[in-house]
């Protein structure tokens, strides 16, 4: 039973430039939310994703942006990066069956370095 | 923003001590979570508690939660140095459709 598998794991990119992450979800799962987190900080609520759509948003600016597909994998676009931009990125699974309150199947992340 | 808080921010103790740390949340809950994270990777969750439950146990985990003082512990016994992780709480706050919003964590350190 595959967990969640994000790639690559670790990204350096130099300022203004565009990335894409890239998730997986544990097999079964239908929700992605996608969290930033700050060396020695908590993980920060980016968005959500089902269905394709973007249901929830947390307050990031627009220069971050998702996909879901059909297969339920996710992506995480960071436009125009920032040093500030320069965290562990992290993806995370649930069903929505289980409730919106379902706990969370992080995987190990993707460490982006801005220079 | 931050709605739970960890506390403390670091703890170091013996291998068969026990450790403890709590959360504090701010705004009312339907339910409560705690997550391990190992150094540079993915939060691994531990247990959930409801807000109806003051007390739940998984092997050597012990979660209380008193709602009345918006707080919560997570008891580890007999630690081991497998055990050295940063360990957070995440609040699924009860009104509105909110995402789970995590602390910044305690950073447990069990010296062997």
């Known amino acids: 039973d595959a967990g969640v598998t994000q790639s690559p794991t670790h990204l350096i990119k130099t300022r203004g430039q565009q990335v894409t992450l890239r998730c997986s979800p544990k097999s079964g799962h239908d929700t992605v939310s996608w969290y930033q987190q700050a060396l020695g900080q908590g993980p920060q609520f980016i968005f959500q994703y089902y269905e394709e759509e973007e249901r929830q948003r947390g307050n990031f600016p627009d220069r971050f942006s998702g996909h879901q597909f059909p297969n339920y994998s996710s992506e995480l676009n960071v436009n125009a990066l920032l040093l500030g931009d320069s965290a562990l990125y992290l993806c995370?699974?649930?069903?929505?069956?289980?409730?919106?309150?379902?706990?969370?199947?992080f995987g190990n992340g993707t460490r982006l370095t801005v220079t | 923003s931050q709605q739970g808080e960890e506390d403390p921010q670091a703890l170091s103790i013996q291998e068969g001590e026990n450790a403890t740390m709590n959360c504090s949340y701010k705004t009312s809950i339907n339910n409560l979570q705690w997550y391990r994270q190992n150094s540079g990777r993915g939060l691994v969750h531990l247990i959930l508690?409801?807000?109806?439950?003051r007390e739940k146990h998984s092997g050597r985990l012990r979660v209380t939660l008193d709602t009345s003082k918006k707080s919560s512990s997570l008891l580890i016994t007999a630690s081991r140095a497998a055990d050295t992780a940063s360990y957070f709480c995440?609040?699924?706050?009860?009104?509105?459709?909110?995402?789970?919003?995590f602390g910044k964590g305690t950073r447990l350190s069990v010296i062997a």
């Open positions: 995440a609040t699924d706050v009860r009104s509105g459709n909110t995402p789970l919003v």
């Open positions: 995370a699974s649930s069903l929505r069956g289980q409730g919106v309150r379902s706990p969370l199947h």
């Open positions: 508690i409801r807000s109806n439950e």
